[in-house]
């Protein structure tokens, strides 16, 4: 019950372990077909170009980034956690000139900031936010920011690693024109895996670059020619078979439940834990109206040691919980209820396991 | 038995079908540990900087010439194959300047022109080939390579994808200063992950780069951080837990049946394989020297279809075979003998099912 990866499911396990075939056998290329059929509707999108980088999150954000930003581009980037610290990283190393929205980890990003650094630079080509903010909790307003990005004709990249699956994400209702995510979160897959969706924008963009890509494994182009519809399935590299086995499993159990009805259990889940960790004086370090259901950040209780409760959690009760990253380490846990994992028993199991490693000295 | 992914055993299968723990787990760390100790056995080498990338064999590629390479450094590219011309893509999206020794696909590199270019170009800085060319069935010479780069003061970088577990290779023997492989060759792993060793020279040409790496993902300064010996493992990207269980467990019996047992055991599969495809009049199209024998590449017989026998291959005896790819596409075989895929029933089943599938009208 950590930031993810999360529990895995044993139907999810057992797909992994079938038998690896070719990535170019047929059975496979039916099964891409498949995958990216359930990606769309993750997603909630028709774009064509929907699959799954082979690599993690880190690389899925990478894969956009890099197809996307030309040399000297500017691109806009709301920071207020680590992974929007880390989109900056990313433009920079492309050769792009990021600007940057600073809010206050914990905060959610203010629109009315990003509307005068879009006004005041009608020069930024790409707007670039976290949706869910693993690091601190916050769920940024992504509807009202891609509304934002397009009012001034810029496209918009969006960090979806913790939100898919998790919460309301609609990447065409939204207008969404690049979006990553990743396996190890709301989806429950194992980790490795980074479905990504580009919209007809982006794609144009990617088109019409000036200068190549300059990751050949990430390039989009290239990549196109293995996971397109009707292509020729051209090799480009190795597909991580076994993973998309796992994938396929994880997003097939996404489907039979709905999507809506997992965005409520994870919303129900979220109340649960609320209710059981408030009753043992815990307080949520992230505003109501903006707080993520699937990554719960709590403050630590004054007197409490943060690492040796979490050594306890993990030895004593088989539970692992999230450290604070950055400026809120040492101050904050955070506690994933995602995908399979939230569920009623381990809420349960979690709030009995902190309720006695706070109230014993456990060192 | 075709070009990789090989055959993938129960035993690692069910290792990767274990619980996910999280990437920063104590139990995990450890199993970092192991992780590191196999590899180093398996490459022979020392090198504390010895991990797995978190993506495919490509990924491997890019994060040697993505972390070694800086903008206008001449590296000279043996090209013998598609992996060769790879290389020279990653070099030029890199920022550096590729010169090339050309030679044909399925003979070796040649030794001299590659001295020649080193002496009529003082600045090179890097020299890179492959190991083992999975497009052609051919082994370069990786040793005297390497000792022409130390020679001519070059760093070198060694493409050991479909070498690692399957022929000598000797990383510090040889001097070698970034090599990269492949989980999904004769490993036997499941595709996905790319082992990495850099050696002292490559770690130092890193740490001392002029600007950085343009990979976030790949940079190595950062995922030092992660699997560096002693360190913090501070967070760096999420791990792919379960794929890391299953190297593991390849790299366990690799040690189990010992490195030069497993070289032996590739070679004796290739002459019984050798021995039962002329017997059936097919060809081997690389000559002996410095053929590879965990890559068989043998000429399609006049007559034959190519597309037609590989499918019924595939349809009637639970076949792969791989096609021949670039210059050689419909004129070869590829016939992989990887890992635990090399194993006398196989190569029987193989060399019967041929048999049957060019004597018989299959289309």
């Known amino acids: 019950m950590g930031p993810g990866p999360s529990d895995v499911s044993q139907r999810v396990l057992n797909a992994m372990a079938r038998p690896t075939v070719g990535h170019l056998d047929p059975l496979f290329i039916d099964l891409m077909d498949d995958i990216k059929g359930l990606l769309q509707y993750a997603f909630k999108t028709d774009n064509p170009l929907t699959m799954p980088v082979s690599a993690p999150g880190s690389a899925g954000m990478e894969a956009c980034f890099a197809n996307l930003v030309e040399p000297g581009d500017k691109v806009l980037v709301c920071v207020n956690g680590v992974f929007g610290q880390r989109m900056v990283e990313n433009v920079t190393r492309c050769g792009g000139q990021a600007l940057v929205v600073e809010d206050d980890w914990g ?40 509304k934002l990005a397009r009012q001034y004709d810029c496209l918009n990249i969006v960090d979806a690693v913790t939100s898919l699956g998790g919460i309301e994400l609609d990447v065409d209702g939204w207008g969404i024109d690049a979006v990553y995510s990743g396996s190890q979160k709301c989806l429950s897959c194992v980790p490795g895996i980074s479905p990504v969706s580009f919209g007809p924008r982006a794609v144009e963009r990617i088109q019409n670059r000036k200068v190549p ?59 649960k834990l609320y209710k ?37 959690l993990l030895d004593e009760f088989n539970l692992e919980i999230g450290a604070g990253l950055g400026n809120l380490a040492g101050k904050v846990w955070r506690i994933g209820l995602m995908g399979f994992a939230c569920k009623d028993r381990n809420i349960d199991h979690c709030v009995a396991s902190i309720a006695k490693a706070i109230r014993q000295p456990c060192v």
Chains 1, 2 share one sequence.
Not at 285 to 306: C, F, K, M, T, W
């Open 213 to 271: 890509v300059q990751s050949w494994f990430l390039d989009m182009n290239l990549i196109m020619g293995y996971w397109g519809k009707g292509g020729k399935r051209a090799y480009h590299h190795t597909a991580p078979v076994n993973s998309l086995y796992a994938l396929h499993e994880s997003l097939l159990m996404l489907k039979e439940e709905g999507l809506t009805q997992a965005w409520q259990r994870h919303q129900q889940g979220h109340q």
């Open 107 to 146: 905060k959610q990003t203010d629109l009315q900031k990003v509307e005068d650094k879009l006004s005041a630079h009608p020069d930024i080509k790409i707007l670039a936010f976290v949706h869910a903010e693993t690091s601190t909790g916050v769920r940024n307003d992504a509807q009202q920011l891609c």
């Open 276 to 312: 059981g960790l408030t009753d043992l004086g815990i307080s949520f370090a992230v505003d109501e109206s903006y707080r993520l259901p699937q990554l719960n950040v709590v403050s630590i209780p004054d007197g409490v040691d943060d690492a040796a409760v979490r050594k306890h």
